[in-house]
DNA sequence: GCAAATATAATAGCATTACTATCAACCTTA
DNA sequence: TAAGGTTGATAGTAATGCTATTATATTTGC
């Protein structure tokens, strides 16, 4: 099955070289896959927030590391918060589309559900469809990060704003194959949301709270998960 | 049961009138228990981090609201992220109180499991125990900021330092009552920590993002927990 | 009840942050 | 070649996250 997913990802990436993640154009200013100062933004903001953290992360350090000034960046995002935003959105976006393609022509439902678990719960491998975004590190990002775009006080205006559709819609879809394997299984939201934030959560235990996770080297999140759903709905 | 834990709620309130909760003395510099200006940095803490968010609380405006000085402040807490530490260390001893108590003297464990759940996983009732704490409010911080505590550069360090001892305890006290009805179950760790980080994820997207979640006014993500428990570690 | 010790308040100061504004330079492309 | 848009440089501002110093209360121990 790894071999597989491996080849899929082959032809999947092909495909993804002549397409655009497609992110909700309210997050940006100007869209920073426009010109080449906005890709050297993306690509040096992944490598800069996974460096020294999203806290300590600020414009001007960015500026100083593309070589380019503060004040040209805050044309292309309004805050650093909408840069996270932005890279969240992406993320989701580049993930939604590996879970579809990788489950379109499996017709077995359960087969399909863990496919799709497997997507959205592994360790992210080096994707070079896009060559100014390092999707390992942005993995990393999603992982000690991703909580703090929308754990704030303006999520519900946000939110209306559109901000966050990508990563619903990656979590709807997940829901829906949830119920193909049991359409009576009444907490199939729920889990799907569960899987997703859970995963992340064990991904960063197994960094630094190892205590009080069983993941490790041998086993992943994604093994977990996929026992606990199974188990969760069918009986 | 509702009965039960409430009459068992009673006693453990009388008892917990003469009891301090412990949190660890490395996070503060000086005690906040051990003064009047102590209990009321805590006490309108919760009430501010909850008004604006943990992002916009800053010890001048808690200097304003408490009529005091921001300097004095400081003389309790190095800064605002080891106040923050400190609440949900509080909060974490305080629901791990209630879970060894209320599980006490119940045998079957099946049933003690499940009543563990319910205490991690319940929406909180105001504990008159604590005056200057309104843990209500502390809930609410706790759902809407507590990752931000260890979601940082520092955690490893902080964690060598213990900062993080009373959560991954009582995770751990979870975790062997999960042991206890099936020593086989091979993720016991990482269930008992989705569990409660899943927890307080659920109590948040239902008021913020509810077509990801199926939890509301009738269903309580403590339903959905011991259903997803129960069928991942009995077979 | 008074002195000593301790806690708190007031003020100032400082580097950094998170921006905004202005203007000049440059680079396209019609 | 003029016009439009993009980027760079510089400056400025209010707020943040502290530290330091000194003054004033308050508690406590004798």
Same mark, same amino acid.
């Given at each position: 099955m790894l071999l597989y997913l491996q080849s899929n990802l082959f032809i999947m990436k092909s495909l993804l070289s002549n397409l655009k993640i497609s992110v909700p154009d309210k997050i940006y200013l100007k869209d920073p896959e426009s010109s080449k100062l906005g890709k050297r933004i993306i690509e040096h903001s992944i490598l800069l927030i996974d460096k020294i953290g999203f806290d300590s992360f600020t414009f001007k350090k960015l500026g100083v590391e593309i070589g380019s000034n503060e004040s040209s960046i805050y044309r292309y995002f309004e805050s650093k918060h909408k840069l996270l935003v932005y890279l969240t959105s992406w993320y989701w976006a580049w993930i939604e589309y590996q879970m579809v393609f990788t489950t @379109?022509?499996?017709?077995e439902p359960k087969e399909k559900l863990l496919k799709a678990i497997e997507v959205v719960t592994e360790t992210i491998e080096q994707d070079? %469809? @896009?060559?100014?975004?390092n999707e390992v590190l942005l993995n990393k990002i999603i992982i000690d990060e991703s909580s703090k775009s929308y754990l704030t006080k303006e999520v519900d205006n946000e939110n209306k704003d559109g901000y966050f559709i990508v990563y619903k819609r990656m979590i709807k879809r997940l829901r829906n194959m949830i119920l193909e394997v049991n %359409?009576?299984?009444?907490f199939a939201s729920s889990l799907a949301s569960t899987i997703v934030e859970g995963a992340l959560h064990q991904h960063f235990l197994k960094e630094h709270f190892t205590s009080i996770t069983d993941c490790n080297d041998n086993i992943s999140p994604s093994e977990f998960f996929k026992d606990l759903t199974i188990n969760a709905i069918t009986n």
């Amino acid at each position: 099955m790894l071999l597989y997913l491996q080849s899929n990802l082959f032809i999947m990436k092909s495909l993804l070289s002549n397409l655009k993640i497609s992110v909700p154009d309210k997050i940006y200013l100007k869209d920073p896959e426009s010109s080449k100062l906005g890709k050297r933004i993306i690509e040096h903001s992944i490598l800069l927030i996974d460096k020294i953290g999203f806290d300590s992360f600020t414009f001007k350090k960015l500026g100083v590391e593309i070589g380019s000034n503060e004040s040209s960046i805050y044309r292309y995002f309004e805050s650093k918060h909408k840069l996270l935003v932005y890279l969240t959105s992406w993320y989701w976006a580049w993930i939604e589309y590996q879970m579809v393609f990788t489950t @379109f022509n499996v017709q077995e439902p359960k087969e399909k559900l863990l496919k799709a678990i497997e997507v959205v719960t592994e360790t992210i491998e080096q994707d070079d %469809s @896009f060559s100014h975004i390092n999707e390992v590190l942005l993995n990393k990002i999603i992982i000690d990060e991703s909580s703090k775009s929308y754990l704030t006080k303006e999520v519900d205006n946000e939110n209306k704003d559109g901000y966050f559709i990508v990563y619903k819609r990656m979590i709807k879809r997940l829901r829906n194959m949830i119920l193909e394997v049991n %359409s009576d299984y009444k907490f199939a939201s729920s889990l799907a949301s569960t899987i997703v934030e859970g995963a992340l959560h064990q991904h960063f235990l197994k960094e630094h709270f190892t205590s009080i996770t069983d993941c490790n080297d041998n086993i992943s999140p994604s093994e977990f998960f996929k026992d606990l759903t199974i188990n969760a709905i069918t009986n």
